[in-house]
């Protein structure tokens, strides 16, 4: 099916194709008893693109904090609680670098970025943290197994 926009701030009304215009491609969430059926929508107004994007990206943020908080709070947490954490904030990094970058403005892109490195610094001294803390148990352990012989 094509797709075309009339063009109404000029005077003569000039229609042009929808495949031509570079922009953001999303697909809606639709409810079932709604009488349109929209399959894809296209953005093309960068201040448009970047609320919703931004909108996007908070609500992944959102989940990958609350995973770290869990982890971070959590006196019993392992290494692989940790690693699972790590894996998010990657594949969040990756979205946004790969899928977003193009629309995104600089600084926005730079914010975002330094968001993730912060909870993956946060993570990576919580992994010392937790090896540490095994190495000490394990230490204890063997003093103890050492003095009842």
């Known amino acids: 099916m094509a797709s075309y926009l009339i063009n109404k701030r000029h005077h003569d009304e000039?229609?042009?194709?929808?495949?031509?215009?570079?922009?953001?491609?999303f697909k809606p969430k639709t409810k079932s008893d709604s009488y349109i059926k929209v399959k894809e929508v296209k953005i093309v107004d960068p201040k448009m693109i970047d609320k919703i994007l931004t909108m996007k990206f908070d609500k992944l943020f959102k989940q990958v904090v609350a995973m770290a908080?869990?982890?971070i709070n959590?006196?019993?947490?392992?290494d692989d609680d940790a690693e699972i954490v790590l894996d998010e904030v990657e594949l969040v990094?990756?979205?946004?670098?790969?899928?977003?970058?193009k629309?995104?403005?600089y600084e926005k892109e730079q914010l975002f970025l330094k968001k993730l490195r912060l909870i993956e610094n946060e993570m990576r001294v919580k992994q010392v943290k937790i090896k540490q803390?095994?190495?000490y148990l394990e230490q204890m352990e063997e003093k103890t197994i050492g003095r009842s012989r």
């Open 14 to 25: 000039s229609i042009l194709s929808m495949n031509d215009v570079e922009g953001y491609v």
């Open 69 to 71: 908080l869990t982890v």
């Open 74 to 78: 959590d006196d019993d947490a392992t």
């Open 93 to 101: 990094r990756e979205i946004l670098l790969n899928r977003y970058q």
């Open 103 to 105: 629309f995104l403005n």
């Open 133 to 135: 803390k095994a190495l």
